[in-house]
């Protein structure tokens, strides 16, 4: 294990404005590799946090440091998957998922052969002309995560991205997720509400408590990458399920 | 037939009924209450005169046209770097947005006077009035526009390192088309009135040919009723053929993607 980890988060504090505390003494050591969920109810500021790492918002004390600088300077190394698909309704497709590599400078050669391989990557080759409008919301969800991977980020960080799909398009995209991380490897942020998403993804569960927010868990799962569907019906997976849901139960009461 | 054929005749059908109930009718009220032609003229002596006089109304009508297209441009164009630069900067936006809705409150017939004074009479003051009719639906809706940006995008961008210029134009712009060209459309409508109340405001004849306007003021005095509805027939065709272009160009730039033109199953 490398000493530096790739994230670090020392006493972290923040509020908004004047307001309460949103997030409080939060310290966490997020190594390269690592897949590492935030899951909490709602309030808890796990969305805050995730932004916090992004560099969208800063923090009111406390440190955290992506690669050994602050977060705001280390953005080409990291992308962010909003909770909604965050598409531009007026560019196709091909054109949404080229877009940060636009804006980066790259030759339009490669980025034509980069869209074509990540669109690939997330099975809709065959929808590059299409515009969002027309695709479901599954499917857009794959624009946002193939248009994040365009940029190869180390760090890939995901809000929600699921949430609002039906349980089985979820689990179907968590198992594309982690067949994408297998051969893209990227170190992986991800906010959810579902103890299943979070106990299949991750190689490590941050359970956060509110008012305010704080880390009162942290769950380790030893499951080796790559897992395939079937680990959700092993006995292992649903006693850790029920560890972990036990975990986020005692925040709420 | 079809109930979609069937519902698209209707669409043409209904509408061509009415007009030709209303003329009958037009007739009927003028021969019952024996209206003369200087008061009420006839629909076909409508036409007829606007045949008579194609002389003087068809250059008018294209007098009246350069100083609609060119009021309207200036409106849109105008307005839409006056929208950009209240849309990206908030203290510009609190600091000019005020001053323009007094503008916008000011009367065009106390404007028209002051125009003539300083421009004088003719084109000039004509395109400087519809300016003025056209130019703040252009700049409220653009700003809307530019300021209703999706969060979620900004942040995309932030990610991104996106420079100004990129946000401009890879975003705020195309996200503001819509209300671009709602206000485009708007402007569109008003713009031939405009050079019509321009004209008839601060027209002149001078080279010999006046627009509309200056038409309509001069068979007004002569008492030609038939040629002053006429100049109300022209003054219908201009405004179709002005809100039919804005609209093509609506349908033009939006059609592939907008919530508003896309059809869904």
Redesign the interface.
């Known amino acids: 294990m490398n000493a530096a980890p790739l994230v670090a988060i020392r006493g972290l504090q923040k509020r908004f404005g004047a307001g309460p505390l949103v997030l409080d003494g939060i310290n966490l050591e997020v190594g390269q590799g690592e897949f590492v969920s935030f899951i909490g109810p709602s309030g808890c500021g796990k969305s805050t946090l995730l932004r916090l790492i992004?560099g969208?918002t800063s923090a009111s004390d406390g440190l955290i440091t992506v690669d050994g600088t602050p977060p705001e300077k280390a953005?080409?190394k990291?992308?962010?998957v909003?909770?909604?698909a965050?598409l531009?309704?007026?560019?196709r497709v091909a054109e949404n998922v080229e877009?940060?590599l636009?804006?980066?400078g790259d030759a339009p050669g490669h980025r034509r052969e980069r869209v074509a391989q990540m669109l690939e990557v997330v099975g809709l080759s065959g929808a590059a002309e299409k515009?969002?409008?027309q695709l479901s919301g599954g499917m857009r969800m794959r624009v946002s995560i193939a248009r994040a991977l365009t940029v190869a980020p180390e760090i890939l960080l995901l809000d929600e991205p699921f949430g609002a799909l039906d349980e089985m398009t979820r689990d179907r995209l968590n198992e594309d997720l982690l067949a994408i991380r297998s051969r893209n490897s990227f170190t992986g942020f991800f906010v959810t509400h579902s103890v299943a998403e979070a106990v299949f993804l991750s190689s490590r569960i941050v359970v956060l408590g509110v008012n305010p927010g704080r880390v009162t868990a942290v769950i380790d799962v030893p499951f080796p990458y790559p897992r395939q569907s079937e680990l959700r019906e092993t006995p292992a997976f649903l006693r850790l399920l029920a560890t972990t849901a036990h975990a986020l139960r005692a925040v709420r009461s | 037939m079809s109930p979609s054929l069937r519902s698209r005749l209707a669409a043409y059908l209904l509408p061509a009924a009415t007009a030709a109930a209303l003329i009958v009718l037009w007739y009927v009220l003028k021969a019952v209450f024996q209206v003369p032609s200087f008061v009420l003229p006839a629909p076909h002596e409508i036409l007829v005169a606007a045949w008579e006089e194609r002389s003087f109304l068809w250059p008018a009508a294209l007098v009246t046209v350069r100083g609609a297209l060119l009021g309207f441009s200036a409106a849109v164009g105008v307005g839409f770097l006056l929208a950009m630069a209240l849309g990206f900067s908030p203290r510009v936006k609190a600091s000019l947005y005020p001053l323009i809705l007094v503008l916008q409150m000011m009367p065009v017939t106390i404007l028209a006077p002051i125009f003539v004074l300083w421009l004088g009479q003719g084109l000039p003051s004509i395109v400087a009035i519809t300016f003025m009719i056209g130019f703040f639906p252009v700049v409220a809706n653009t700003t809307m526009g530019f300021i209703s940006v999706d969060r979620n995008l900004r942040e995309l961008f932030v990610m991104c390192n996106a420079t100004r210029a990129q946000e401009a134009r890879y975003l705020r712009i195309p996200g503001a088309m819509p209300y671009f060209l709602t206000g485009m459309k708007i402007a569109g409508t008003l713009a031939p009135i405009g050079a019509i109340v321009g004209d008839f405001l601060a027209g002149s004849a001078q080279g010999g040919v006046g627009g509309i306007g200056y038409m309509t003021i001069s068979y007004f005095s002569q008492l030609k009723t038939p040629a002053l509805f006429a100049t109300g027939l022209v003054a219908c065709v201009m405004g179709f053929v002005f809100v039919g272009g804005v609209n093509w160009l609506h349908w033009r730039l939006l059609h592939l993607w907008h919530d508003s033109m896309v059809k869904k199953e």
């Open positions: 992004a969208l953005r080409e990291m992308f962010f909003f909770q909604d965050t531009m309704p007026w560019r877009l940060p636009l804006l980066r515009f969002p409008w």
